[in-house]
């Protein structure tokens, strides 16, 4: 843990995240006046793919879930005056 005050992580702060980068430093401690006032760390990479995508092969919708749409569409459209 490497603690630093305001002025020196604002003049360094480029070198207290390449300090991190390299694991060098697990976190960066920011202090005011001498008190702790924020926390930087690194970020670790998840193991997790994206969002997109996330529910592929998972949901099945009938084969004619999509048929009833169409025959729908003149029924809304007459609901809101079109």
């Excluded at 020196?8 to 694991?23: C, D, I, N, W």
């Excluded at 401690?29 to 690194?42: L, S, T």
């Excluded at 990479?45 to 996330?54: D, I, L, N, P, T």
């Excluded at 729908?72 to 005056?81: K, R, V």
Aim: charged share 35%; hydrophobic share 40%; with cysteine.
């Amino acid at each position: 843990m490497c603690q630093v005050n305001m002025y020196q992580a604002k003049t360094e702060f480029s070198k207290l995240v390449a300090m991190l980068e390299r694991g060098e430093e697990e976190e960066v401690i920011v202090c005011r006046d001498g008190v702790p006032v924020a926390r930087i760390e690194k970020i670790l990479k998840s193991s997790r793919k994206g969002m997109f995508g996330c529910a592929k092969d998972k949901m099945h919708l009938p084969e004619n879930f999509w048929d009833d749409f169409d025959s729908m569409d003149s029924e809304i459209a007459e609901d809101f005056g079109v």
